[in-house]
């Protein structure tokens, strides 16, 4: 009837090989019908593009946001239950970037702290964020705003003080805690040195 919402599609598709159809068809098809949950199997699509358009209809549809409004807390975030992130869109970038972390071993490890760093040259501004000291990742608005004060036009050496006010604004943004990676006040030590060594690796980049 017209205003009425389409059927829910199914909760799993299972698809399997012919020598698997013994435990599928005999017992894994039997426990999901006994769980609740829905399925299609391969057979389901026998009908061809009007079952697509079933499984079409039965998507909410989709939305973009801002990556600065998806998190909301220590692992959550905007996303529903029902909802999957099917791209990150990233534009190109327009000029250096740099990204440094305090970690505590040299492999793939949890950051203590981490700051990111990227200069558009044509625009003469800095993008900052900074991760694993605040509730959710956060930018640091006042260290960006320097960028008023760098010499764009003729790509001088950046000063020294400069950068240890880029370092010391980047470490006020944050609102980091005591755990078992770092105390709060290590954090913001840490963040006011990869502050600065970050502004100063993408400026001599674009120098």
């Keep these: 009837m017209a205003g009425e919402e389409p059927a829910p599609g199914p909760d799993v598709f299972v698809a399997h ?22 399925y ?3 057979a389901s699509f026998a009908l061809g593009h009007p079952r697509l358009l079933e499984l079409e209809a039965a998507v909410r549809g989709s939305r973009r ?8 807390g220590p692992k959550r975030s905007v996303l529903a239950a029902d ?4 791209a990150v869109l990233v534009p190109p ?24 760093v990227a200069l558009d ?4 501004t800095i993008g900052t964020g900074i ?7 956060v930018r640091a608005v006042e260290a960006e705003a320097l960028a008023a004060e760098l010499p764009w036009e003729d790509r001088g050496e950046l000063p020294r003080p400069l950068a240890e006010r880029f370092g010391a604004l980047v470490a006020a943004a944050a609102s980091p805690i005591d755990d078992v990676r770092g105390t709060a006040a290590y954090r913001r030590h840490a963040l006011a040195v990869l502050g600065r060594r970050a502004l100063t690796w993408a400026w001599e980049e674009y120098r």
């Design 17 to 38: 090989d012919e020598a698997d159809a013994a435990w599928v068809e005999g017992y894994l098809l039997d426990a999901l019908r006994a769980a609740g949950v829905t």
């Design 40 to 42: 299609a199997t391969e």
């Design 65 to 72: 946001v801002p990556v600065g409004e998806f998190f909301t």
């Design 83 to 86: 909802e999957l992130i099917a």
């Design 93 to 116: 970038a327009p000029g250096p970037q740099q990204f440094a972390k305090v970690g505590t071993r040299n492999a793939m490890v949890i950051a203590v702290c981490s700051v990111s």
């Design 121 to 124: 040259p044509q625009a003469r």
């Design 131 to 137: 991760g694993s000291a605040a509730p959710t990742p």
